[in-house]
């Protein structure tokens, strides 16, 4: 198995639970990562200098004489960044050498080049390639992948219950389209895979093959269930992902023991819950934060929420102070703008004024406060920039960090499906349907006038000036995630 995904501070949730599958009935297992042999990993975040607020003001420039340069430099880094490492392709080279029945490739969409070279190398040694990932599912992304030399099945499922079945069968020569949310290099395709229920009887994930030696914090990933329960913003693409379709929740005493137990194996108190929103059932933020201290004494973890508007959503001015006290160290949302009018928009349901609330009150019980912005969301206007500077400038002394991206049209979106429909229409039009990359590349007319530039360089000097500092001392150890 092939991890593609290669993080700086812990391992890969996926490939975890898919080993743990596998091994489980008796296959043996060989996982090549990155880091394990000195390829570095990929940070997420840090202390910022100047050289990062200029590029992010480049990046983000609405000049209308700037488009060309601006979009030239991003296809220059996106290829520098999506090359395949020379390191992988011979320790995948060297696995082949050895020996195996069957590569397991798991990948984002950055990762096209690579999956490319490891299916030639595969196919010239006789050996099949089985390749999942979160998008998998979407049909177009699906069929600019199939094709891919030695692929001889793309899967967009939740596999764990499927995978040690799906490799058995590839060994065998038998029919894959009898296993749900398949894609065949001649592209027939089986039914679409149903969301997994029953999180409960998912094996615990097997992590001993990850370099633990190189992490300079031991961090266990972990999810308590897959979806968002509010399953509505017009944008998001977790929701029609793999695991995100439709809110899913594992039992509290699952969680718990989970925790307990890849605490004993890998020495560690310090946990990631990459739930798409850790509130999506309230009484599970509730429960780890009552109840996790009696598994892991010293437990210390962090997530992402959602800060909706339900009476009840688990954040609470009570809420946040007993997370502290459960061990939560730091906490991410989406924030996305500060115009009320914009987040209607998005369908987000939130508000600006208990985003407001939210962000004084978590850092008042002692949380590292992160959220995720962009700009550039069909009907942004000038006044919306300046409530959303104004709104970074009133909070930057509660958050430490912020991520400030330009507004990404992601397929089977309902956002996506409206654009493209209607592209040219408006101020907006497509450039390029890049279904290999899951996205449209666009042009928006929005957002070039002076008033609109000055008010971005207002909010892009606050988040420059929030993300230059340190993280609060009691988050330090999870620098760099979320």
Known sequence: MVDLNNFSTFPTLAIGILVSALRNDGHQVRVICPLSHDVPAREREWAETTLDHVKRRIHLSTAP?????????????????????PTVLREVGRAIAEGGDIILLSAYLQHFESVREIGL??????????????????????????????????????????ISAMVDAVCEGRDLLNFAGVVLPDGRSSRKAPPLRQLDRSPVPDFT??????????????????????????FCSDVVSVSGRTFRTRSIDSVLLEMQEQSRRHDTTSFLF?????????????????????????????????????????????????????????????????????????????????????????????????CTMFKGFPGETTEDMVQTAEFLEAHAPYLDRVRFNEFSLLEDTPIYDEIVQHSGDGPFSIRQLRHRKGRAEYINREGGNIAYRRAKARALRSVYEINRRPLRMGARQFDGLM
């Open 209 to 234: 093959d990850f370099p633990w030696d190189r992490y300079p914090v031991r961090i266990v990933p972990m999810m308590t269930g897959r979806g968002c329960q509010w399953d509505k913003c017009l």
């Open 65 to 85: 004489g700037f488009r060309v340069l601006r979009d030239s430099l991003r296809d220059l880094r996106t290829n520098w960044n999506e090359k395949p490492h």
């Open 121 to 162: 190398m595969a196919q010239a040694a006789g050996v099949p390639v089985l390749l999942g990932g979160p998008m998998f599912n979407v049909s177009g992304v699906a069929e600019a992948w199939r094709a891919i030399p030695g692929i001889v099945a793309v899967v967009g499922a939740e596999a764990e219950h499927d």
């Open 274 to 370: 990459l739930d798409l929103k850790l509130n999506s059932y309230p009484d599970m933020i509730r429960g780890i934060a009552e109840r996790v201290q009696s598994y892991v004494q010293g437990a210390e973890w962090i997530g992402s929420v959602h800060v909706d508007t339900r009476k009840d959503n688990g954040l609470s001015r009570a809420d946040l102070r007993a997370a502290v006290a459960g061990g939560m160290r730091r906490i991410s949302f989406g924030l996305e703008t500060g115009s009320q009018r914009l987040l209607d928009l998005m369908r987000k349901g939130s508000s600006v004024e208990r985003n407001s609330e939210f962000i004084r009150h978590a850092h008042e019980a002692g949380l590292s406060v992160r």
